[in-house]
């Protein structure tokens, strides 16, 4: 049996167990995915425990996306460009970071035939989540990306560290976007960050990060503005857990997402 484990806090809703039985079956492998939530003064030695006593491979989520990169050794390519890290697994007997939350929204665009190659792209939020995916995003090329939070330093931070990047201060409205992509955590708290219609042409496409519950306030928001194209992160959700598991098993497992996603 395979040990696998997600690090987080909270954990007790996410999906990742299912998900990666699911692509385990596909390989006839048999795993034990645990959920294990952890403090942030608990990360380290917990997270050196699961692989000191053979866990194969594990996931890191909110909020020690960020804090998991002083636990490893070495670090791919993009776990060091998003300076965030949400898969860990080991190699030549180092406990590697990576990042495929980037790369798994990527490829779920992809699927679902979302263009931001010279598109103009507007990200609500400056924090972990967004921090993730900017290097990924910024890899296909947009016209650029703008970002916009509520702590315009935090946006200036992240901008300053990517080219074809800009802040967008607040209410601005002087700018009309083809992808607009909620990064913030208020969905959480069954809210939206705002949303103005100036920001909104007939062709938008409206994504959340996040997924179930917590990506209704701002998708539904956006519909009331007569968006026609929005999705929540489910389908991120399980590209980027596909990518974790190539790292884990260097096998490409297929993905089946819900209707509609
Ligand atoms: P995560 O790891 O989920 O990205 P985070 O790093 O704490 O979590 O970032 C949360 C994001 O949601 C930030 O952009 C935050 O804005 P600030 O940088 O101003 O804190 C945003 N956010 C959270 N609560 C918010 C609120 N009540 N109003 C506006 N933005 C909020």
């Known amino acids: 049996t395979y040990q696998l484990a997600l690090f987080g806090d909270p954990v007790k809703h996410s999906l990742s167990p299912q998900i990666h039985q699911g692509f385990a079956q596909q390989f006839g492998f048999d795993i034990d995915y645990q959920l294990i939530q952890v403090s942030a003064a608990e990360l380290r030695s917990r997270i050196n425990d699961f692989f000191n006593s053979g866990g194969h491979g594990a996931n890191i989520t909110i909020p020690h996306k960020q804090a998991a990169l002083a636990v490893t050794d070495q670090l791919t390519e993009r776990a060091q460009q998003a300076a965030v890290v949400n898969t860990l697994f080991i190699k030549d007997g180092q406990l590697w970071g990576d990042n495929t939350d980037g790369a798994g929204l990527v490829n779920d665009f992809k699927q679902k035939q979302i263009q931001t190659h010279n598109q103009r792209i507007l990200i609500l939020g400056a924090g972990g989540a967004v ?79 996040s997924y179930g519950e917590a990506a209704q306030p701002f998708l539904k928001k956006a519909m009331q503005l007569g968006v026609t194209k929005t999705f929540a992160g489910l389908g991120m959700l399980h590209h980027q857990a596909a990518l974790a598991f190539e790292r884990w098993f260097n096998r490409v497992p297929k993905i089946t997402l819900p209707n509609n996603n």
């Open 131 to 209: 921090k993730g995916i900017l290097p990924a995003l910024l890899a296909t090329k947009p016209e650029h990306i703008r970002i916009y939070n509520r702590t315009i330093e935090k946006a200036r931070q992240l901008a300053a560290r990517s080219g074809n990047c800009d802040v967008l201060i607040k209410d601005d409205t002087t700018h009309a976007f083809d992808v607009l992509i909620n990064g913030t955590s208020l969905g959480h708290h069954g809210q939206s960050p705002p949303l103005h219609p100036e920001w909104i042409k007939p062709h938008t496409i409206v994504y959340d990060l």
